[in-house]
């Protein structure tokens, strides 16, 4: 029996500071997907699916901490270290909207229809832009007070129509009311939540504390949480969309991206990185991940090595 094969990843360069997040679009009517990524750098990279590098978008003065694209791909929202979130033009690279903040924007999400804008960061608010009246000033939203949060806001997601989720460093994940900019719902970790992602596939949100990764219904309605306790802290992680047996995940103690097994059993851990990995998604269609270090690259790597998908020619015989 023939050795199983070494998952070789693509290395996508062009970044020259640390790779801060990652994220995919959904599926296109075309097939295809495209991949978006933030760096320290300042300018988030539009790559194809593949990989391939399509444009940068320029305009930012500070690094860059959150970039993500609309459903229908056509958008892209950014946060920066230089107190702006910026909405872009996908096919042009121009940016469309550029909004101050007090201070550094650590994460943004698109309403589905584009037509608003959630942003939070450093200053502890959560906030709301009608992307329709740019000019207009934003909406707060606040628990008992001006803040959101009694910590940084490390994560803001959009959850179907109307909903809003939001992550801080005082541990809690709350649930929001965009028709009424009211708080639903709070969940509370013991530690500080370190990263916070959407699986709309998977209708989870999957949340790094700690050493805990959790898999949360996107809404509150009961349905149980699964979590795990892994042997080191987790910087972020990402399940499989479609067969959901297994999640990915980067950490900030070593340069290795590792897959477990949804019972936390480990079973790769892949070494290419020369840096800590603090950033992982799973493509829409699950066939491969993506990760970004403190080394300035991505990497991609297939779900099932060996096997011919975008730029990977599978095994000929020709002793790959």
Known sequence: MSAPTKSTPLVAPGHTRPVTHLSFSSIQDDGAFLLVSSCKDGNPMLREWTGDWIGTFLGHKGAVWSTKLSPDASRAASGSADFTAKVWDTYSGSPLHSFPHNHIVRSVALSPTSSHLLTGGQEKKVRIFDLTRPDAEPDFLCDNGPLSHDGMVKSVVWVGDHTGVSAGEDGKIKWWDLRTRKLTTTLTFPTPITSMELSPQTQRLVVTSGHTVAFIPVLPNGQPTH??????????????????????????????????????????????????????????????????????????????????????????????
């Open 227 to 320: 979590s795990l306790t892994l042997p080191y802290c987790p910087s972020s992680a990402s399940i499989h969309p479609i067969l959901q047996d297994r999640f990915v995940t980067g950490n900030s103690g070593d340069e290795w991206v590792r897959v477990h097994g949804m019972d936390g059993e480990e079973r790769e851990v892949l070494k290419g990185h020369h840096g800590p990995v603090h950033c992982v998604e799973f493509s829409p269609d699950g066939e491969m991940y993506a990760s970004g270090s403190e080394d300035g690259t991505i990497r991609l790597w297939q779900t099932t090595p060996g096997k011919t998908y975008g730029l990977w020619q599978g095994a000929n015989g020709n002793g790959h």
